[in-house]
Every structure is written in C-alpha cells, then in structure tokens.
C-alpha cells in the first residue's frame, strides 16, 4: 500500500520557519517529481512547489519563492519543505504529493493526509 506520511507542520509566528517532511513508503518514487500542495480556508487547492527525480530541478508558485526551499533524499524516500520568513497568508493545510511535472504545476499521483500550518501574526 502506497502510503505518504508527512511531519512538521504547527503554528508559527510571522517571519519564523518550519519544515515540513513527506515519508514515502509502499513503493520506491525516485523516478517521479514530488512536490506541495496546499490549501486554505474557503480556497481551491493550489500548488507550491516540485522538484524533480533526480532532486536538482526545482519550481515554485511565485508567491513562495526564495522564502521556501523544496529537496528530497531519495534514499529515504522522503521529500522536504524548508519554509522561510512565513506569513500568515502562508496559512493552509499542506499535502505532499507525488507524480509528474506538468506545466507550472505537478500531476499528482499519490497524495498525503494534509499537514496544518497556521502562521501567526
């Protein structure tokens, strides 16, 4: 069973960090993308950030560049948020994803149980 389990998520005051983490299990994915999505209160899911398999390509929502940083340890088949400088618009659920890049976004195949993020202001 293929299963993501992600950590890392809580509250946080304004311009403080988190880093959130995707564990993957059930099956190997170092030859997919993987990447975050999250969503907010009374929003639509939207897409962060992807890096590719072999972990040097990355991309992300203009809303969330330089602050956040995306990586991946394919030997741990485990995908990584470093989030940075938070505001309160940061504020979502989070989920880890994993599938394929398609355009500005990623094609997701699998998906996590949503992490909770809460930045205070």
């Known amino acids: 069973q293929v299963q993501l389990v992600e950590s890392g998520g809580g509250l946080v005051q304004a311009g403080g960090s988190l880093r959130l983490s995707c564990a993957a299990s059930?099956?190997?994915?170092?030859?997919?993308?993987m990447g975050w999505f999250r969503q907010a209160p009374g929003k639509e899911r939207e897409f962060v950030a992807r890096?590719?398999?072999?972990?040097?390509?990355?991309y992300y929502t203009d809303s969330v560049k330089v602050r956040f940083t995306i990586s991946r340890d394919n030997a741990k088949n485990t995908v990584y948020l470093q989030m940075n400088s938070l505001k309160p618009e940061d504020t979502a659920v989070y989920y880890c994803?994993?599938?394929?890049?398609?355009?500005?976004?990623?094609?997701?195949?699998?998906w996590g149980q949503g992490t909770q993020v809460t930045v205070s202001s």
């Open positions: 994803a994993v599938g394929s890049w398609d355009g500005r976004s990623l094609r997701a195949d699998y």
């Open positions: 890096v590719n398999s072999g972990g040097v390509s990355t």
């Open positions: 059930g099956r190997t994915f170092r030859s997919l993308s």
